[in-house]
C-alpha cells in the first residue's frame, strides 16, 4: 500500500472523518447525556431518505439532493422534537418506529430500481472512498457551522440541538453512511462519558481518529468496504479504550472504618 494512488483516496478519506468527528463528538456527548440514544440513526435514515427520493425523482446530484436530504432531516428532528415534548417516556420507542418506518419507505422507493441494493448499501456504509478533496471544503463549511452554532450557545435550546443535529447529519451520511454517523456520535461519546470539559472532548476525537485511520488502513490492505470496516475498528478502539481505564485507572474502594 505504497502507490501514491492509494494515499491519495485515503488522507481525503481521513480527513472527510475528521471532519464529521468535529461536529459529531460533542453532539454525541449530549446525545448520551439525554439518553435519546437512537435519535441519531434515526434522524441519519430521514436524510437517506431524501437522497433516496432525490433519486426516485430523477434528481442526480447537486443542490436538490442536498435540500432534499436536509429538509427530510429537519422534518425528522421537528417531528422527534415534538414527540419529547409531548410523549418524553416514549421517545425511544417513537424514535424506534420512526427508524423502520423510514427505512422501510426507502425500501419501497427502491423496490423496482435496478440498483436499489447498491442505493441501500451505499446510505447505510457510506462512500468515504469515493471522498475527494474537491469535497472537503463544504464538509468544512457545513460542520464549522454546526461547531459554531453550538458553542455559540444554540445546544442550550431544545429545538436549536435537534436543527443542529438535522444540519450535522446531513452532511455527513451521503459521506460515511448511517452506520458510521452512529459509530461516530456514540462510540466517542462512551469513551469519554466519565470525563470533563477538554478531556472529554479530547479524548473522544483521539478515539475516533484512531478508529478511522486504522479502519481506512485496514480497509485498503484487505480490500473491504470501508464504512463497515471503520464501525469494527471503532467499537473495538471503544471498547478498548473502556477495558484500560476499568484495569489500569479504576480507583481501589474506599477503606471502611
Same mark, same amino acid.
Given at each position: ?5 492509494? /494515499?491519495?483516496? !485515503?488522507?481525503?478519506?481521513? =480527513?472527510?472523518?475528521? &471532519? +464529521? %468527528? #468535529? ?5 454525541? *456527548? ?102 475527494? /478533496?474537491?469535497? !472537503?471544503?463544504?464538509?468544512? =463549511?457545513?460542520?464549522? &457551522? +454546526? %461547531? #459554531? ?5 444554540? *445546544? ?102
Amino acid at each position: 500500500m505504497n502507490t501514491g494512488l492509494e /494515499w491519495n483516496i !485515503l488522507l481525503p478519506a481521513w =480527513l472527510a472523518g475528521m &471532519l +464529521v %468527528l #468535529a461536529s459529531h463528538v460533542p453532539l454525541g *456527548r449530549r446525545v448520551l447525556e439525554r439518553g435519546i440514544i437512537f435519535i441519531d440513526i434515526a434522524i441519519a435514515q430521514f436524510a437517506g431518505l431524501g437522497v433516496i427520493l432525490a433519486h426516485f425523482l430523477g434528481w442526480q446530484g447537486g443542490w436538490r439532493v442536498q435540500a432534499a436530504a436536509l429538509l427530510l432531516a429537519a422534518v425528522g428532528a421537528l417531528l422527534l422534537h415534538g414527540t419529547e415534548r409531548r410523549w418524553p417516556r416514549l421517545q425511544e420507542a417513537i424514535i424506534g418506529v420512526s427508524f423502520v418506518l423510514v427505512a422501510s419507505v426507502a425500501i419501497l422507493l427502491l423496490a423496482h430500481d435496478a440498483h436499489g441494493g447498491e442505493h441501500l448499501r451505499e446510505m447505510l456504509v457510506g462512500q468515504i472512498l469515493w471522498t475527494t /478533496w474537491d469535497d !472537503l471544503p463544504l464538509l468544512a =463549511l457545513l460542520n464549522g &457551522l +454546526v %461547531l #459554531a452554532a453550538w458553542f455559540g450557545g444554540l *445546544r442550550k435550546s431544545a429545538l436549536g440541538f435537534y436543527l443542529l443535529f438535522a444540519l450535522a447529519i446531513t452532511a455527513s451520511v451521503q459521506v460515511v453512511g448511517v452506520y458510521l454517523v452512529f459509530a461516530s456520535l456514540i462510540v466517542p461519546a462512551l469513551v469519554a462519558h466519565a470525563l470533563r470539559g477538554g478531556r472529554a472532548l479530547l479524548a473522544g476525537y483521539l478515539t475516533g481518529a484512531v478508529g478511522y485511520a486504522l479502519g481506512l488502513l485496514a480497509s485498503a490492505r484487505w480490500d473491504l468496504p470501508a464504512g463497515a470496516v471503520i464501525v469494527c475498528v471503532l467499537a473495538v478502539a471503544g471498547f478498548s479504550v473502556a477495558a484500560w481505564r476499568g484495569l489500569v485507572c479504576r480507583r481501589p474502594p474506599p477503606v471502611l472504618d
